[in-house]
C-alpha cells in the first residue's frame, strides 16, 4: 500500500489522502510563484516599488507553503498560499489605478479552492477560501481603491497593465474550466472503462458457469441414479441404503447450488428481460410442489395451500416459477421435520396479488431482514448446518422487481419466517 502513496516526480508532495486535490495544490502554487516573480520584475522595470515590495511578500509566503506541503501540513500550506495571494492582489490594487484592472484577479480565486482542496476535506476552510476574495473584492469597492491617492504609475502605463492583466485573468478562469473538463472526462473515460471491463467479466463469468452447469450434469444424473438405484436394491443392507441416501441428497444439494449460481450470473450480467403474460398463479405452484416431493416426503413436511381470491397475474410464467422454487426450497430446506409449509394467495396492494410462503422453521431475526436479500449472505451460526450458496433470495428480488412486483419479509413474524411477494393482478 505504500507505493500508492509515492508522487510521480520527488518535486511534488505524497500525500496519503485526498491526494489528487493536494498535487493539484501543489501544481497551483508553482504556477502562482512564477506569476509572482513576474509581477516582482515588471514592477521593479517600471519603479513601483510598493507593488513589488507586495509581490515580493507573496513570493515568500509561497515558499512557505512549499515548505508546508513538503512536511506534509497540507492544509496549512493551502491556507497559506490563497490567504497570501488574495491579499497581495488586494493590497496592490489601492497602488494602481483602477483601469490596470489588477482586482479582477480576485474573480479567478472564487473557483481555484475547488480545484485545490475537496470540500469533503475540510468545509469552513472550503467556505473561508470562496468568501475571502469576494470579501476583499467588496472592500475595493466600498473605498473606492483608496479613492485614487496613490498613484505610482503613468496613466498610459497602466492602461498597458489593464490589458495584460484582463488577459491573464480570462486565461486563468479558462483554465480552471478547462481543468474541471478535463478531470470529469478522466472520471468519465475510467467509469466506461471500468464498466465495460465488468461487463466482459460478467459475460465471461456466465458463459463460464453455463458450460460448467452444463458439464457438471452428466456427471451428477448419473452419480443420482446410481444412488437411487442402490438405495432401491433388493441385496443393499441398511448402511449401504443410509449411505445411497446421503450421495443422493449431497448430489441433490450440490446440482441445486450449481443451477442458482448460474442463475445469479444471469441476473448480475443483465440477462433479466420478462415475457409478461396473465397467469394462474395455481397452475404455476402446482409443479413447483412435484418438484419437490422428494424431499417433502422424506422430511414429512405437510403442504398447504390457500387461495381467497380468482385473481390471474401478470408475471413471465419461467421467472414466476422459479421465484416460488426458490423460496420454497429455502422453506423446506429450514423447515424441521415433521414440520409445516403454507402458501397463501389473497389480494395485495393496489389492484396487486399478494402471495405468502411461511414455514415453521427457526425464522429470520428482523435485524437481519435486509442482510437475507443479499448475494452470498448466509446470516448467523444458526443457518450454518444448512448447505445452500445465498443467493436463492437475491435471485427471488431480481426476477420479482423484473416483473414490476415487490418482495420482502414479515415484519413480526409470530414464529417461522414468512415471505411475501406482490406482483400486479391481471
Known amino acids: 500500500m505504500k507505493y500508492l502513496n509515492i508522487g510521480k516526480s520527488p518535486l511534488f508532495p505524497a500525500p496519503r489522502r485526498f491526494r489528487r486535490q493536494v498535487r493539484t495544490s501543489y501544481s497551483v502554487l508553482l504556477i502562482l510563484a512564477l506569476l509572482s516573480l513576474y509581477s516582482v520584475l515588471s514592477n521593479l522595470i517600471f519603479a513601483s516599488y510598493n507593488t513589488a515590495l507586495i509581490a515580493s511578500g507573496a513570493v515568500g509566503a509561497l515558499g512557505a507553503a512549499a515548505w508546508l506541503h513538503h512536511i506534509g501540513r497540507h492544509t496549512l500550506a493551502r491556507f497559506v498560499m490563497l490567504t497570501s495571494v488574495n491579499l497581495a492582489i488586494f493590497l496592490s490594487s489601492f497602488f494602481l489605478p483602477q483601469n490596470s484592472n489588477m482586482s479582477m484577479f480576485l474573480l479567478a480565486f472564487i473557483g481555484l479552492p475547488f480545484i485545490v482542496m475537496s470540500w469533503r476535506e475540510n468545509r469552513p476552510m472550503m467556505a473561508y477560501f470562496c468568501a475571502l476574495p469576494m470579501v476583499l473584492w467588496i472592500m475595493l469597492m466600498v473605498t473606492n481603491y483608496g479613492n485614487g491617492a496613490y498613484f505610482e504609475l503613468d496613466p498610459q502605463i497602466t492602461a498597458l497593465f489593464g490589458y495584460s492583466h484582463s488577459i491573464m485573468v480570462f486565461a486563468f478562469v479558462m483554465m480552471e474550466f478547462f481543468y474541471y473538463d478535463r478531470v470529469t472526462q478522466n472520471y468519465s473515460r475510467a467509469l466506461r472503462r471500468a464498466l465495460r471491463a465488468e461487463e466482459r467479466a460478467n459475460r465471461a463469468k456466465t458463459a463460464f458457469l453455463r458450460s460448467m452447469s452444463h458439464e457438471m450434469r452428466t456427471p451428477l444424473s448419473a452419480v443420482l441414479g446410481a444412488a437411487d438405484l442402490l438405495e432401491h436394491h433388493p441385496k443393499a443392507t441398511p448402511d449401504i441404503k443410509r449411505l445411497a441416501k446421503i450421495v443422493a441428497d449431497s448430489g441433490t444439494d450440490l446440482l441445486s447450488l450449481t443451477e442458482k449460481s ?26 413447483v410442489i412435484e418438484r419437490f416431493r422428494d424431499k417433502i416426503d422424506r422430511k414429512e413436511i405437510s403442504v398447504e395451500i390457500s387461495k381467497s381470491n380468482h385473481h390471474k397475474v401478470i408475471v413471465d410464467p419461467a421467472m414466476f416459477t422459479e421465484v416460488i422454487a426458490q423460496i420454497f426450497d429455502n422453506a423446506l430446506t429450514y423447515t424441521p421435520c415433521q414440520g409445516s409449509v403454507r402458501l397463501q394467495i389473497r389480494d395485495g396492494k393496489s389492484g396487486a396479488v399478494r402471495l405468502m410462503v411461511s414455514d415453521t422453521g427457526p425464522g429470520i431475526p428482523k435485524q437481519n431482514h435486509r442482510a437475507a436479500f443479499k448475494p452470498y449472505e448466509r446470516l448467523e451460526q444458526t443457518y450454518g448446518t444448512k448447505s445452500g450458496g445465498g443467493v436463492g433470495l437475491t435471485i427471488a428480488r431480481s426476477y420479482v422487481h423484473a416483473m414490476h412486483g415487490e ?13 411475501w411477494i406482490e406482483v400486479p393482478a391481471a
Open 262 to 287: 448460474m442463475a445469479y450470473a444471469r441476473i448480475t450480467a443483465g440477462n433479466v428481460d420478462p415475457d409478461l403474460s396473465p397467469a394462474d398463479p395455481l397452475s404455476l405452484i402446482d409443479p
Open 407 to 419: 418482495i420482502g419479509l414479515e415484519r413480526e413474524p409470530s414464529d417461522g419466517t414468512h415471505v
